[in-house]
């Protein structure tokens, strides 16, 4: 194993697969010359040059709809929208596009395409670049959306995406890139759509993802100085999503108590929820979840809008207690 940050283990995961297979492609704003705007590209464009890592003008319809034609006549491109809140300038591209020509053509026509973003809070970014609109797509069939937490997961999945046949859209956590952790030396590809227990436990399961993952397995350690068992479930890939990995962990405790830092009303907590309750009947489940608030720019009011350590702990003890 080797210690890296989330932002490197992307990298050295693009760069593999570039090196692997000359179809692979990028494309995005700043991603060459300036190295992408969290640096996660940073050197690719003179290993690859500029025919394989593309600086775009500033239009996001553009990037996933060049994407999609590169997909659609033999290419493997890995878009990049800078932030996930500038996704509603190309869902058209996105939904009506990659995620139906396989199906539109029975079959015949593939669309292997990446969309790299990145969300969440931490920055003090504001309401229009804080965002974690993942249920977006996790609605739409025809897509593939993964949202890893580790640098070995970002790593694994990030090969994985360029070789599946679907498109994928890969969301970053702003908060995550700094983050250092082990990835191995050898080659792993990480399969999406199979969940990870990152903490063993038998009295409660937390399922969540992306970097609430590190907030929970925080306040899991937190819950074990009580005398808590606690079980958490990194879910990696949201869709496809692993119900036999739910379902364990949900039948191994009988309570389940599921965070996303995605706002709370029609979000993807609301989606684990039904699953955990149609796996299981018998469970007892509860939720916490981004406020239905817009983001503020204040670090305060940023911080207030997503779960924290305390309102988990909380949150479990009273899951317990019922």
């Given at each position: 194993?080797?210690?890296?940050t989330?932002r490197d ?42 025919m ?7 239009s ?11 997909a ?5 491109p ?10 509603t ?19 015949k026509?593939k ?6 973003t ?5 920055r ?12 977006w ?8 959306v ?33 983050l250092?952790?082990?990835v ?19 009295d ?5 993802y992306?970097?609430m993952?590190?907030?929970c397995l925080?306040?899991?350690?937190k ?28 039948e191994?405790?009988?309570?389940v ?6 706002n ?11 699953r ?20 503020g720019?204040?670090p305060v ?11 988990i ?7 317990l207690?019922?």
């Amino acid at each position: 194993m080797k210690e890296m940050t989330y932002r490197d283990a992307i990298r050295e995961g693009l760069w593999e697969e570039m090196k692997r297979d000359d179809r692979v492609c990028l494309l995005g704003e700043d991603i060459g010359v300036y190295g992408g705007a969290y640096k996660v590209t940073r050197g690719l464009l003179d290993e690859f040059g500029p025919m394989r890592v593309l600086d775009t003008p500033m239009s996001e319809a553009l990037i996933a709809g060049a994407a999609v034609g590169m997909a659609l006549v033999g290419l493997r491109p890995v878009a990049e929208i800078m932030y996930i809140d500038f996704v509603t300038l190309a869902m058209d591209q996105i939904v009506n596009q990659a995620a139906k020509f396989h199906f539109m053509t029975g079959g015949k026509v593939k669309v292997p395409m990446v969309l790299r973003t990145q969300g969440g809070t931490g920055r003090s970014a504001a309401a229009q670049h804080s965002q974690s609109l993942e249920a977006w797509f996790v609605h739409i069939p025809g897509l593939k959306v993964v949202m890893p937490a580790t640098p070995a997961d970002a790593k694994g999945l990030i090969k994985a995406a360029i070789r599946d046949e679907n498109p994928v859209i890969f969301i970053e956590h702003k908060g995550l890139y700094n983050l250092k952790g082990p990835v191995p030396e050898e080659e792993q590809i990480i399969e999406i759509g199979k969940a990870d227990v990152k903490k063993e436990g038998k009295d409660l399961s937390i399922i969540s993802y992306s970097k609430m993952l590190h907030t929970c397995l925080s306040a899991a350690e937190k819950l074990e100085e009580e005398g808590i068992s606690t079980e958490v479930l990194d879910l990696r890939s949201l869709r496809p999503m692993d119900d036999e990995a739910i379902k364990k962990s949900a039948e191994k405790t009988g309570r389940v108590l599921v965070v996303t830092e995605a706002n709370k009303t029609a979000g993807t907590s609301a989606e684990i929820f039904a699953r955990v309750t149609e796996l299981v009947p018998k469970a007892r489940v509860a939720r916490i979840a981004g406020k239905d608030v817009v983001i503020g720019c204040s670090p305060v009011l940023e911080k207030s809008s997503i779960p924290s350590e305390e309102e988990i702990i909380e949150a479990a003890k009273k899951l317990l207690e019922s």
